[in-house]
């Protein structure tokens, strides 16, 4: 059973950076697909960027060219770098994986991480 924790959400400025990171258990992290969603308070949850067990990404159009996402299979962490935050960035941040990537694309990989909360605030 893989278990994923999410860490670096906090408070920041319009225009500065944040680094969220998700930590997994278990030994089959370098076979899962991840991802990291986020959930505005009263909106949908959406898909930020993917990452699959073979290094491809896939970003949502809001953050393309301003958030990165990457993995180390050596210490079973998947990063995402937010860089020019803005205030609709602010949410929850959540992790998700999978072996199967269109799960991680729809939303319904097997696994989530409790969240993370991000404020773009001045």
């Known amino acids: 059973q893989v278990q994923l924790v999410e860490s670096g959400g906090g408070l920041v400025q319009p225009g500065g950076s944040l680094r969220l990171s998700c930590t997994a258990s278990?030994?089959?992290?370098?076979?899962?697909?991840m991802g990291w969603y986020r959930r505005a308070p009263g909106k949908q949850r959406d898909l930020v960027a993917y990452?699959?067990?073979?290094?491809?990404?896939n970003y949502a159009d809001f953050v393309k060219g301003r958030f990165t996402i990457s993995r180390d299979n050596a210490k079973n962490t998947m990063c995402l770098q937010m860089n020019s935050l803005k205030p609709d960035d602010t949410a929850v941040y959540y992790c998700?994986?999978?072996?199967?990537?269109?799960?991680?694309?729809?939303?319904?990989?097997?696994?989530w991480g409790q969240g993370t909360q991000v404020t773009v605030s001045s």
């Open positions: 998700n994986a999978d072996l199967l990537p269109m799960q991680v694309l729809r939303g319904t990989g097997k696994t």
């Open positions: 278990g030994t089959i992290f370098r076979l899962l697909h």
């Open positions: 990452i699959g067990n073979g290094g491809a990404t």
